[in-house]
């Protein structure tokens, strides 16, 4: 279902509030109180006027926020982007699509912004250079206004029965967070034999630091209740394990399903030494080892 021109401008109009800050129709109203000295009358207007920002504020939660916020964070991604926009336009849902373009000198802001043209539900926000797919990560998430913030980190080829599978459980009340895992069945055939060593070692430290049962530590897809992830703030080296680490401090058990969509090629390759340093950080951090 698409949003009508009346909820893209609420929603725009919520996001120029800014993130940090939880947005609230505070109405004026002007009122001429003449000679009236009657307490009852006083009471009735006091109850008039808290019922009617009462309705307000349940228009402005009912337009604002749809179901499904569906975050991308991007950088240089022209080659592969259309496809993905495409089959998300696609997914039979009351849904805004966040792209957080990260500095990309190609098309892909220009493409984006076509796209909008046709399709209010697209977001674009964007950093003025490239920093990083971490703080893109954070970008998107302080902007999400969706019950439930799916992110797409690497994929490419995108099934839509992947996200209505980890938005599922969260949407009938049986948890907050699941995460989509290519490693539950079987190792992605792009990890090297050592990558696979590393990442069942890394899984396993984080794994007994955190009390989670992990199958990786990296998931190219996920899916959140917005209030799990409501004050979580990352540190743009060390994302994927510390949202473990913040998820676990506040005692969200994180679900796994398997996942049938395709990440870019040499995704997982690029974040190996990344996550080697973030984890001994993090790690050492949980234990109080100094």
């Not at 802001?109 to 046709?118: I, N, P």
């Not at 703080?135 to 992947?162: F, P, R, Y």
């Not at 996942?259 to 973030?278: D, I, P």
Request: hydrophobic share 40%.
């Amino acid at each position: 279902m698409e949003k009508s021109d009346a909820q893209t401008g609420s929603q725009d109009a919520h996001r120029m509030q800014g993130s940090e800050t939880e947005t609230r129709i505070k109405p004026y109203y002007r009122v001429h109180g003449g000679n009236l000295e009657s307490s009852d009358t006083q009471q009735a207007m006091d109850a008039s006027l808290a019922s009617a920002h009462a309705m307000l504020e349940w228009e402005q939660k009912i337009s604002v926020e749809p179901m499904l916020s569906v975050l991308i964070p991007t950088h240089n991604a022209e080659r592969w982007l259309p496809a993905l926009m495409e089959r998300l336009l696609s997914l039979q849902a009351e849904k805004e699509i966040v792209v957080v373009d990260d500095g990309s000198t190609d098309r892909t802001r220009s493409m984006v912004l076509a796209l909008q043209e046709k399709h209010p539900e697209i977001v674009l926000l964007g950093h003025d250079q490239h920093r990083g797919g971490k703080s893109a990560l954070q970008t998107g998430l302080s902007a999400a206004l969706g019950q439930v913030v799916v992110v797409l980190d690497g994929i490419v080829d995108l099934e839509n029965k992947d996200i209505v599978m980890l938005v599922k459980p969260i949407l009938a009340g049986c948890c907050d967070v699941v995460y989509g895992s290519q490693h539950i069945i079987c190792h992605p055939e792009s990890q090297s034999r050592w990558q696979k060593s590393v990442d069942r070692l890394l899984t396993g430290v984080v794994n007994f630091c955190t009390g989670q049962h992990l199958s990786s530590i990296e998931s190219p897809l996920k899916a959140f209740r917005r209030e799990a992830i409501k004050n979580i703030h990352l540190n743009q080296e060390r994302a994927d394990i510390e949202m473990i680490f913040q998820l676990s401090q506040k005692d969200r058990r994180i679900y796994e399903m398997p996942l049938n969509s395709l990440c870019e090629k040499g995704a997982l390759r690029q974040s190996v030494w990344t996550q080697l340093t973030a984890a001994f950080s993090l790690i050492r951090h949980a234990l109080r080892i100094s």
